[in-house]
């Protein structure tokens, strides 16, 4: 089987030769494993089976200090301090008040967001290719302060329906031009949880995030393509939720945050799990026989029957020794 053949037969909960994987790093883990491997070409190098492809951003994911200065101004008018450790963060948004008076959204139609990526696509045609329609809730947090904007849930909640639906409507004109493309899914990036629940009710994010998600994943449905969404933190509450809009795939499933065997048992016919690898305990702080181990129990207990893709719980941090990193991919590559 192919690494696409792989992805689409355990979102069709059909067991494989082998439980896909799929690996996500910062910089610093990016470049030991390239010295190990002796190559840039990483997703080949560790057998990566997801290819995400995005349309361009002045966003400053791992830019350079050095070329671009200490912070940088992304195209919806966000501000960010820049860094080579991380995607920086944010220091000055665009919306100061409740009210979208004045501000414009980015052009979606910018021809520079394309370029390179028809021959993206093309060279990562052995993999699941899943084109990504950005942030929404999460993108809204970046134009407006979190704690803010969890107030204008109750005190302004015309201006949050307002935000969420002008970023849905940039999300979607994305997406239309990504989707020309021979796809195989579209994955959203849009943070809910924190560590020990959603950020906000399940009521209010029914009300305000619900919506426009399920426009994204009926998008993608309509034109035949597989959903995948990243969520950190416990979601638990909304799981559900997320089955009965469609969602085909669910990322990360932080074990430190939710019992991941549980939602196997609980949702594990319905919806594809893809995550689940410890990177606050074992990754950091254990040997590599206990991440050898760790990855066989998920491995075998999540990827029974299908609907399970192996990757750690996040983006793999640079306190994780390469060691570890070596025996995941290690584990991850043995058959059944």
Same mark, same amino acid.
């Given at each position: 089987m192919t690494r696409r053949e792989r992805v689409l037969a355990a979102i069709r909960h059909e067991e494989?030769?082998?439980?896909?994987?799929?690996?996500?790093?910062?910089?610093?883990?990016?470049?030991?494993?390239?010295?190990? @491997?002796?190559?840039?070409?990483?997703?080949? /190098?560790?057998?990566?089976h997801?290819?995400?492809?995005? !349309?361009?951003?002045?966003?400053?994911? @791992?830019?350079?200090?050095?070329?671009?200065?200490p912070t940088i101004m992304d195209d919806f008018s966000v501000i960010w301090e820049t860094s080579l450790?991380?995607?920086?963060?944010? #220091?000055?948004?665009?919306?100061?008040?409740?009210?979208?008076?004045? @501000?414009? =959204?980015?052009?979606p139609d910018e021809p520079w967001r394309y370029e390179g990526v028809a021959e993206a696509v093309e060279a990562h045609r052995d993999m699941?290719? !899943?084109? #990504? !329609?950005?942030? &929404?809730?999460?993108? /809204?947090t970046f134009m407006r302060p979190l704690g803010e904007l969890l107030v204008d849930l109750y005190e302004s909640p015309r201006f949050v329906h307002e935000l969420l639906d002008g970023i849905c409507? @940039?999300?979607?004109?994305v997406l239309e031009r990504l989707v020309e493309l021979p796809v195989d899914g579209v994955f959203l990036s849009d943070d809910y949880g924190n560590q020990r629940q959603l950020m906000m009710s399940p009521a209010m994010w029914r009300e305000f995030v619900q919506p426009p998600? !399920?426009?994204?994943l009926d998008f993608a449905h309509e034109r035949g393509l597989k959903t995948l969404l990243h969520s950190c933190g416990n979601?638990?509450?909304?799981?559900?939720?997320?089955?009965?809009?469609?969602?085909?795939? &669910?990322?990360?499933? %932080?074990?430190? /945050?939710?019992? #991941?065997?549980?939602?196997?048992?609980? =949702?594990?016919?319905?919806i594809t799990f893809w995550g689940g690898i410890s990177t606050q305990h074992t990754l950091p702080h254990g040997t590599p026989d206990e991440v050898r181990a760790e990855v066989r129990d998920k491995r075998e207990r999540l990827g029974a029957g299908?609907?399970?893709?192996?990757?750690?719980?996040?983006?793999? %941090?640079?306190?994780?020794?390469?060691?570890?990193v070596l025996a995941l991919i290690e584990a991850a590559r043995e058959a059944l």
């Open positions: 494989t030769d082998l439980v896909p994987w799929n690996l996500m790093w910062v910089p610093a883990i990016g470049d030991r494993l390239a010295a190990h @491997y002796g190559t840039d070409d990483l997703d080949d /190098a560790v057998g990566n997801i290819f995400l492809v995005a !349309a361009g951003s002045l966003k400053p994911l @791992y830019a350079d200090p050095a070329e671009f200065g450790r991380d995607r920086g963060h944010v #220091v000055e948004y665009p919306l100061t008040e409740p009210t979208l008076e004045g @501000y414009r =959204f980015p052009d699941l290719v !899943a084109s #990504v !329609a950005g942030d &929404l809730w999460e993108r /809204a409507d @940039y999300d979607l004109r998600l !399920a426009r994204i979601v638990r509450e909304i799981v559900p939720d997320l089955i009965d809009i469609g969602l085909d795939v &669910l990322h990360p499933i %932080q074990p430190e /945050a939710m019992d #991941v065997y549980e939602l196997k048992r609980e =949702f594990g016919r319905d299908g609907g399970y893709i192996l990757e750690p719980g996040i983006t793999i %941090q640079e306190d994780v020794p390469i060691g570890n």
